[in-house]
């Protein structure tokens, strides 16, 4: 996740866009510069964490009150200074609500299937939106 420089091992669920090739989506082939989507759990959880806060909470959908972690006043502290320069766009936000994100590959994936890449974000996101609901 570049831009909260997080990084987990999570699954890649599809392969949703290829630039180069349609066949290569069709046949869910893993190569380099590939659009996958990938479970949003592990960041999800990381970024509750890390903020102290839930994120992806579909609007509508009543909240389940839990009751409140007892807390240092150190961590506290720290809490809240991580809020002050946090920001989550929109289209993250509900793309966590769902459960999957779009990620773009970077390595170049072997015959064990394991594969680097990175969280679409910002415009390099809408781009790739774009994309797909072209095709």
Not at 25 to 46: C, E, Q, Y
Request: proline share 3%.
């Amino acid at each position: 996740w570049g831009t909260e420089v997080c990084t987990r091992k999570v699954r890649v669920l599809d392969v949703v866009y290829n630039a180069s090739n349609n066949e290569l989506v069709r046949t869910k082939t893993l190569v380099k510069g590939a659009v996958v989507l990938i479970d949003a759990h592990p960041f999800k959880s990381w970024y509750e964490s890390h903020y102290g806060m839930k994120i992806g909470v579909k609007k509508g959908q009543p909240v389940a009150e839990e009751e409140e972690k007892k807390q240092s006043s150190h961590v506290l502290r720290k809490l809240a200074s991580r809020q002050k320069g946090r920001t989550l766009e929109d289209a993250l936000d509900h793309q966590m609500a769902s459960g999957r994100l779009f990620a773009k590959i970077t390595s170049r994936p072997g015959q064990s299937g394991r594969c680097d890449g990175a969280i679409l974000e910002g415009p390099e996101l809408a781009f790739y939106q774009k994309q797909m609901a072209k095709k």
